[in-house]
């Protein structure tokens, strides 16, 4: 095989899905398994070592009695994608694949090591929040990226490699597959009722209340009726919108509230709980000609927090079925509890 530096993205035929095949491959003696390694001596997202990660995209101030920032964002380590460059779309024989643009980013979200925005307190939560949609508005104006992903991934078992508490955001050229079908779903809903999925969601989780795992002002928590996971919970503005970086002032607050709330409630049910969240905004909303013109109207951002409490086996990777240990209305009545 030759040598080169690959980093593309190569597109599956068959499911359209893309994936990223990353520059300097992994042998597979790269891939053991390997015990967590930093802890708060060696972490270098911890305040007081800035000058040793790359140049910071932005950061919060922690205010006026705090002589450090709040939160802090950095170029991811390893990016997946590379910010200069052009797409450059092209066929490989029968394939498809283009040059891997986007922006990684890390959002640390406390300047300490061991304390979590959830426990340090509103102020801080919302800080993150403000932090996850200045990078978002920001992301929006580069027309070569059509979405911005913004996910966490708590403990090991979930993926993450340090134990600082952080977030990560991608950015790509071309729209999740996971997401396609959110908006493919919503947009057919919409056609055939007029009316918003999501908003319909909320008024019938309301109604029959009993999946609700909390209610705020503005924002409402629950397990999902067809939930993939036992326990998994979204969290679900109660104001049609389609594109998260819209959330006001009130909405930061009220936000920072209830996430607070559920993963201090998921923590207390699952000591030691590794977990993924994510946010599932529109796609960057820049003028193109196979815009979805009924975005704004058929879609409705939200976040969803999957606990990672069992492995997935041969029988969810082959048919793509879930199997759910714990009904949602037992897992919501557990988390009500709480
Ligand atoms: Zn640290
Ligand atoms: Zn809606
Ligand atoms: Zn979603």
């Given at each position: 095989m030759e040598k080169t530096d690959l980093h593309e993205l190569r597109k599956d035929p068959l499911l359209g899905r893309w994936v990223a095949v990353l520059g300097q491959p992994k042998a597979p003696s790269d891939y053991a398994i390997s015990p967590a390694t930093d802890n708060e001596g060696s972490c270098i997202l911890c305040a007081g070592r800035e000058k040793e990660t790359a140049a910071e995209i932005m950061s919060l101030s922690g205010g006026n009695e705090s002589k450090t920032w709040a939160t802090r964002v950095i170029p991811n380590f390893v990016p997946v994608f590379r910010v200069e460059g052009e797409l450059w779309r092209r066929g490989d024989g029968m394939y498809d694949k283009m040059n891997s643009i986007g922006a990684n980013e890390i959002i640390i979200?406390?300047?300490?090591?061991?304390?979590?925005?959830?426990?340090?307190?509103?102020?801080?939560?919302?800080?993150?929040?403000?932090?996850?949609?200045?990078?978002?508005?920001?992301?929006?104006?580069?027309?070569?990226?059509?979405?911005?992903?913004?996910?966490?991934?708590?403990?090991?078992?979930?993926?993450?490699?340090?134990?600082?508490?952080?977030?990560?955001?991608?950015?790509?050229?071309?729209?999740?597959?996971?997401?396609?079908?959110?908006?493919?779903?919503?947009?057919?809903?919409?056609?055939?009722?007029?009316?918003?999925?999501?908003?319909?969601?909320?008024?019938?989780?309301?109604?029959?209340?009993s999946r609700v795992i909390l209610e705020t002002r503005h924002f409402i928590s629950f397990c999902p009726y067809a939930s993939k996971f036992p326990f998994e919970s979204w969290i679900v503005p109660k104001r049609h919108c389609c594109a998260f970086q819209d959330i006001d002032r009130e909405e930061i607050e009220d936000l920072a509230l209830i996430l607070s709330s559920v993963l201090k409630k998921l923590r207390t049910a699952f000591p030691g709980l590794a977990f993924n969240y994510f946010i599932h905004s529109a796609p960057n909303r820049m003028p193109r000609k196979d815009h979805w013109h009924t975005l704004g109207e058929d879609f409705h951002w939200h976040m969803e927090i999957m606990p990672r409490l069992m492995r997935t086996s041969g029988f969810e990777w082959g048919s793509g079925f879930y199997i759910l240990p714990t009904s949602p209305e037992h897992a919501s009545k557990y988390l009500r509890e709480v």
């Open positions: 979200e406390s300047p300490e090591h061991s304390v979590r925005p959830e426990d340090k307190g509103l102020d801080q939560m919302s800080k993150v929040i403000r932090t996850y949609r200045e990078r978002m508005i920001d992301l929006e104006k580069d027309p070569r990226l059509r979405y911005t992903l913004i996910y966490k991934n708590s403990g090991k078992e979930a993926g993450a490699v340090y134990s600082h508490p952080l977030s990560h955001l991608a950015s790509t050229p071309v729209i999740p597959k996971r997401v396609r079908e959110e908006l493919d779903g919503a947009k057919e809903y919409f056609a055939y009722k007029e009316r918003c999925i999501f908003c319909d969601i909320i008024r019938e989780e309301l109604r029959v209340g």
